[in-house]
């Protein structure tokens, strides 16, 4: 691109809009501080309920997936292949390599596929499983992405455009950063490096490009020469021409396995004694997809390390829902996860149970704009979390709406920022006397800007609101440690933690009472704030007065003159059509949980949380144990979330 051209290109996007208009959480996030959500997941919602089958059903039986696979490989647009009622006890793996196909069962509860296989797969991606979903060719093409660089922006312009078309999906990326905080110390630092002031142990094989830990995950809609129209808009503030941002992606949509999916089925994984390998590998892929599926595994121990029964890799938009993860029923220190992603954006996890003693989800990173919402997750009594960002590069994601132990961003593999967490119940770990980490929020060293709003903490052990700089696990907030010494080194504690940090609207049994700590000249209701001394120990726990990327003591709160109600959703705009309850069975108000709901069903929690369809799938319907304890369940979508008329628009138009 010559001079001239560069600058007429640069004029050009001053004219776009910029991605500032009204979003579900405006007036509580600051802009620069949050994305737009409603784009997470398949585009346009799972498409596969009026696909037509291909072949016959295949009954039950013992041997290779080859009888499985051959059927998918012969699919057309828009099929399925049906597997029958019964288990099917396979040794080698199922390969979904074709775009718009499902490989569906009868039922999580009717058909079992077991299997006992080795590291045999074709993804190359380092990760392997029993089922795959990926075209197994992967020969990035690259480029410098030489503008568009602003938060909001939907052009960019790149090097070179060779293998790119409308459909493609881009890796963007830029060099990390040399040394803490941009555009000032102590503001956001993207660091991967095992040092005294980034992490533990460095970043790992996460998919991205090596020194460049921070990637945004985009679809192109148009193409002009080396101009290229994106979707979503940028939504990182500090990609710049300095780190030498770059792209990638494949080279032609036929790599690219778009719109296939697993469904209704269960897959048993506890015969697998091999390293990296685990029931569903997704990657290389866009808007696929995992939904009404078992993944079980009954196994006493990880004897491998680095397991997980289901694993997203370089993956845009895909959706998992309305699924039950059972296992592994204990996590060992060589590694062993429920599920896991890394180098994804735009994942939509939605709806689940983990009923699991290792880790729920572990994100290794990088990951961008993933929305993790109104899951249940019970079980865990080994030193874990529900859901933990454990990579670097983790950035604008939002958890809400779920009903789980703890949300951990560690300082173990490099640094994250601008995470929120919003109307999650949490109900603590089982097992406190065994745990090393029970807060209900642990914002390691350089974990900053997060957005803690509108949640429940109802842990019974809490006794403490918050601890700076060191361990308490029986503390609400953890905040700005790093963690024990280990590998050689003493990464350092982070003031920056605590500082960019927001809290908003949380209930908590410490305060026993919501904290609407903005400050006594803004007190909730417009009337004077006699919370300002007693609750909030007249301290603001809104970050106004920063001066990189503040954020506004918000409009919403405890409705009253002058204020506005919380929103139920930051991604969601009406209440869902999943959002529904078996005969019998007592249905839950939307939302369910936040200092505005009262009535709720959870005990500790002075009335502000009830059961989430999830949660009330496993207690009601699958009757499982309060404790977690106990072998695999009998799970079935169709009974918990039974269906209903699509009366309900689940995501808000950008």
Known sequence: MTHKHSLSFLLMLLCF???????LWSGIIAPTRATAWTKAGVKGGIPSASWTQCGSTIAAYT???????????????????????????LSTGIQIKNS?????????????????????????????AAVEICNGVYTPNSANWTAGYSEGTTQIALSNTAGISVGTFLILDQNDDASDGWPATGDIYVCQTASDSCSWQGGGGNGARSGRAQTEFHEV?????????????????????????????????????????VENLSIDWSQITTSYIGAILMADNKDCWINGVGVLNTTAGIAYGNQAGLYFWRSFRNTMQDSYIFGPTQQQIAGGYATSWANVGELLVQN????????????????????????????ENTAVNSVTQHGAGNFMQLTEGNILDGWRPDAIHGSKFMLTVFRNMFQGVVNHSAQYWSNPIFD??????????????????????????AYNGDAVYGLGWPGNPYNGLNVVNDPNVPRTL??????DNVTNATRWCGGASVPPKNQPDTGWTTTCNSTSEVPSGIKNFPNPIPSYGDTGAGQSAMPASFYLSSKPSWWVFPSGISSTPWP?????????????????????PAGNCYLNVMHGRPDGSGGPLSFNAGTCYPPTPPTDVEAVAD
Not at 252 to 259: E, P, R
Not at 593 to 602: E, K, L, R
């Open 63 to 89: 041997g290779t997936a080859a009888t499985i696979n051959n059927a998918i490989a012969a699919c057309g647009t828009n099929q399925y292949v049906q597997l029958g009622a019964g288990t099917f006890t």
């Open 17 to 23: 809009p910029s991605y500032g208009h009204a979003q």
């Open 221 to 261: 809609t148009a193409i002009s020469g080396g101009t290229i129209t994106i979707t979503p808009p940028i939504a990182a503030p500090n990609f710049r021409s300095s780190q030498s941002p770059g792209a990638y992606w494949q080279p032609t949509l036929a790599n690219q396995v778009t719109l296939s999916g």
């Open 100 to 128: 718009n196909v499902v490989l569906r069962g009868m039922g999580a509860d009717q058909t079992f596929l077991v299997f006992n296989i080795t590291r045999a797969n074709y993804c190359g991606v380092g990760a392997y």
């Open 502 to 507: 927001l809290r908003w609207g949380n209930w």
């Open 592 to 612: 369910g949980i936040g200092p505005d709901v009262t009535g709720g069903n959870i005990s500790n929690t002075a009335g502000h949380a009830w059961l989430n």
């Open 444 to 469: 390691a060293t350089n974990v900053r800007f997060s957005n803690v709003v509108g949640n429940v903490f109802s842990a019974p052990y809490l006794n403490t609101y918050q601890v700076l700089y």
């Open 352 to 379: 689940n149970i983990w009923q699991s003693g290792a880790e729920g989800i572990i994100i290794g990173g990088p990951d961008d704009n993933t929305v993790i919402s109104y899951n249940y997750f019970i079980g």
